[in-house]
Nanobody
Framework: QVQLVESGGGLVQAGGSLRLSCAYS????????RAWHRQAPGKQRELVATITRGGSTNYADSVKGRFTISRDNAKKMVYLQMNSLKPEDTAVYYC?????????WGQGTQVTVSS
């Protein structure tokens, strides 16, 4: 089992920045991919960014150049640095992890960007 706990959400004005953090615990050796997803009101959950065991990253087109996913293996943390935030970035952001046999999710943290 893997447990994930997000933090760092909040209210920010358009153009501002936030950094989300995700703390991992449990069987983290089994994780192949770490990711951030988001879900806006009335919309489906969407993938925002991923980072693989080898350190390769990938981003949704809507956040490329503005968001950066990173990790600190020693601290068992993954981060999402969000810059140049837009009102359309408003959503609940979820930390996720995938192993060969299961997916794990955090409880989510709210990010609200005011115009």
């Amino acid at each position: 089992q893997v447990q994930l706990v997000e933090s760092g959400g909040g209210l920010v004005q358009a153009g501002g920045s936030l950094r989300l953090s995700c703390a991992y615990s449990g069987s983290i050796f089994s994780i192949n991919v770490r990711a951030w997803h988001r879900q806006a009101p009335g919309k489906q959950r969407e993938l925002v960014a991923t980072i693989t065991r080898g350190g390769s990253t990938n981003y949704a087109d809507s956040v490329k150049g503005r968001f950066t996913i990173s990790r600190d293996n020693a601290k068992k943390m993954v981060y999402l640095q969000m810059n140049s935030l837009k009102p359309e970035d408003t959503a609940v952001y979820y930390c996720a992890a995938s192993s060969s046999w299961s997916d794990y999710w955090g409880q989510g943290t709210q990010v609200t960007v005011s115009s």
